[in-house]
């Protein structure tokens, strides 16, 4: 059912003092960096490997990441597997009882299908379940 991590994602409540220090302290570089307005987040891409580390930042006061920082602070995010067929693994997820916050793919950064499973049915961590634009007919 998964294929990779796609990406490890960190909250972060600056994100240029972000990219600033994995720049400086690490040797990364962003690949790609865009804004999901429907997500309210900032998002910067860095790849690692066959990976990436995801930068988020809150778009405004109001957004799930700026709630997650001034709850948390920042750190680990969520965890993003890639899918082959992101429609048909949410529904065997559910088939298995898994508590989806998304229960159909919606567009997210770079054009990948996205869906989020819930905390609650992973032991704690967020899931987000990734499929590339190339994987889609």
């Not at 860095?46 to 778009?59: A, E, R, Y």
């Amino acid at each position: 059912m998964l294929d990779k991590i796609e990406h490890v994602a960190l909250a972060v409540a600056d994100m240029d003092a972000a990219i600033s220090h994995y720049r400086a302290v690490w040797g990364l570089e962003v690949s790609h960096r865009e804004v999901v307005e429907d997500q309210g987040v900032e998002e910067a891409m860095l790849p690692l490997g066959d990976s990436f580390l995801q930068l988020l930042g809150p778009t405004g006061p109001d957004t799930t990441v700026s709630r997650f920082l001034a709850r948390r602070g920042e750190g680990l995010h969520h965890i993003a597997y890639e899918v082959d067929d992101l429609g048909s693994t949410l529904e065997e997820l559910e088939s298995k009882g898994v508590k989806l916050i998304d229960h159909q793919p919606r567009l997210g950064g770079r054009g990948h299908l996205v869906a989020f499973v819930h905390p609650s049915s992973n032991h704690g961590l967020l899931v987000e379940l990734i499929q590339r634009p190339s994987a889609r007919a």
